[in-house]
């Protein structure tokens, strides 16, 4: 489903409408909608319209995966690559991204410069189509003190004898460097453990975990619904990611006052300033073990916690909002003015 948005003015009701797509194979599917939202947009009743899926025909598209070329590049290789570059499912998204970049009246909106310097280099996106706008949180919905009683409950529950806890909280695991935060527990001392919060299929990685000597200092903690009492759980969030455009994971655990490592891959650590822990290469293992020894004190982690959340705070939904309303009333003027 697109919104479209009839209303400039805030204090308009938002009118929605859904338009059907087929549930049959996601190459069609993608298609077809792509279509359908392009035929109904043709009637032309609507201020602005903002994408957020694989539609040919906006305003604005919010390239929130990033590009999709460069996903597969930075999350695939060999013959895993190759395969999935000349399936269906991936070139009609290809297909539609080419379109949309290649259109010089539609502007893009990055959450990172990590994704607009690619739309810029490698898809010949002019700078000034971009709108750089990072995504948001509430961060007082993770405050720690406001979970303090759960978390310590949901530590006493899961591993009440660990020295210190570092929380994976993300899905897609091998996307997200699971194998790495593994590899780099089996570094660290065994009074640390490793809580993994998030959806995939456990069982491949329970073995890895096993093979690499860490089975028994590992949770799966599965999907939860308790995210901010987790984050503050834990003494620190680990999320050696080979791609992400922006991991709202770890703004939360910045908004949550938690210590945080990742890659030069998240996008998300562009807005995090200099106490998020980067590391450049999402398969360094020693290097994400030598950043939790650097986290191993208290003192150490609640400094970084502190400035990261503050950080944090700034990112806020009001701003973020305001800067989407400056726009629309932007694209909504071009219109006017195309149509005079």
């Given at each position: 489903m697109t919104v479209l948005a009839r209303e400039i003015d805030p204090r308009a009701t938002v009118a929605t409408e859904r338009i059907p797509a087929p549930r049959a194979w996601?190459?069609?599917?993608i298609e077809t909608f792509s279509r359908r939202a392009a035929r109904r947009l043709a009637r032309g009743d609507f201020d602005v319209v903002h994408g957020f899926s694989h539609t040919r025909t906006q305003d604005l598209f919010r390239a929130g995966g990033g590009s999709h070329r460069d996903w597969l590049r930075r999350t695939h290789a060999g013959a895993s690559h190759a395969i999935r570059t000349i399936s269906p499912r991936y070139r009609v998204r290809f297909a539609i991204e080419r379109d949309v970049f290649e259109r010089s009246g539609q502007r893009i909106q990055c959450a990172s410069r990590l994704v607009a310097d690619t739309?810029?280099?490698?898809?010949g996106v002019a700078p000034e189509r971009i709108l750089l706008l990072p995504n948001a949180v509430e961060a007082e919905a993770f405050s720690p003190e406001r979970h303090a009683a759960a978390a310590r409950a949901l530590r006493a529950e899961q591993t009440p004898s660990a020295a210190r806890i570092w929380l994976f909280p993300a899905s897609g695991w091998h996307r997200k460097g699971l194998e790495t935060a593994l590899?780099?527990?089996a570094l660290r001392p065994a009074e640390e453990v490793l809580w993994i919060a998030g959806g995939d299929r456990p069982a491949p990685w329970r073995a890895k975990a096993r093979a690499y000597g860490v089975g028994d200092r590992v949770r799966f903690l599965g999907r939860r619904d308790d995210m901010p009492a987790v984050y503050a759980a834990a003494d620190g969030v680990v999320l050696p990611t080979r791609?992400?455009?922006?991991?709202n994971a770890t703004l939360e655990a910045a908004a949550a006052g938690r210590a945080v490592v990742t890659t030069r891959a998240n996008g998300a650590s562009e807005w995090l300033g200099e106490e998020v822990l980067l590391?450049?290469?999402p398969?360094?293992?020693e290097g994400l073990a030598a950043a939790l020894g650097t986290l191993a004190e208290e003192a150490e982690?609640?400094?970084?916690?502190t400035a990261l959340r503050a950080h944090a705070s700034t990112l806020d939904w009001p701003s973020h909002v305001a800067r989407l309303r400056e726009e629309y009333a932007c694209l909504a003027a071009r219109r006017l003015r195309a149509s005079a």
């Open positions: 996601q190459p069609i599917r739309l810029e280099r490698k898809h590899r780099a527990l791609y992400d455009p922006f991991a590391l450049d290469r398969d360094d293992a982690r609640a400094r970084r916690g």
